[in-house]
Nanobody, 123 residues
Framework: LQLVESGGGLVQSGGSLTLSCPASTSTIDDYALGWFRQVPGKDREGVSTISRTGRTPLYADSVHGRATISRDNAKNTVVLQIKYLHPDDSGIYYC?????????????????WGQGTQVTVSS
């Protein structure tokens, strides 16, 4: 499964963004999907995850109430929307796939990763 993130860039504080991650070479139907963020000097951390059925989204406390994860199996794509952005949301965002029913917030649980997209939120 190949994943390619898009939608990153420079965003003003208070704004919103939509990250998209279409998959190729295989269908996402059999995968739980997740979004992770990494900043320099820190470990990659889970931002949000969605189960194979799309029924059990999870969010990190840092984005809870501001983020929405969704998946469109017909388009083979997972999307993350975050609103009311602030500088702490900056980082490289990665989408990932886990061949399981339920996603987790642990990077080591995921087998497939995109290359990442940079998000910078200016104050």
């Amino acid at each position: 499964l190949q994943l390619v993130e898009s939608g990153g860039g420079l965003v003003q504080s208070g704004g919103s963004l939509t990250l998209s991650c279409p998959a190729s070479t295989s269908t996402i139907d059999d995968y739980a999907l997740g979004w992770f963020r990494q900043v320099p000097g820190k470990d990659r951390e889970g931002v949000s995850t969605i189960s194979r059925t799309g029924r059990t989204p999870l969010y990190a406390d840092s984005v809870h109430g501001r983020a929405t994860i969704s998946r469109d199996n017909a388009k083979n794509t997972v999307v993350l929307q975050i609103k009311y952005l602030h500088p702490d949301d900056s980082g490289i965002y990665y989408c990932a796939a886990r061949r399981a029913l339920i996603g987790t917030m642990e990077p080591h649980d995921y087998e497939s990763w995109g290359q990442g997209t940079q998000v910078t939120v200016s104050s």
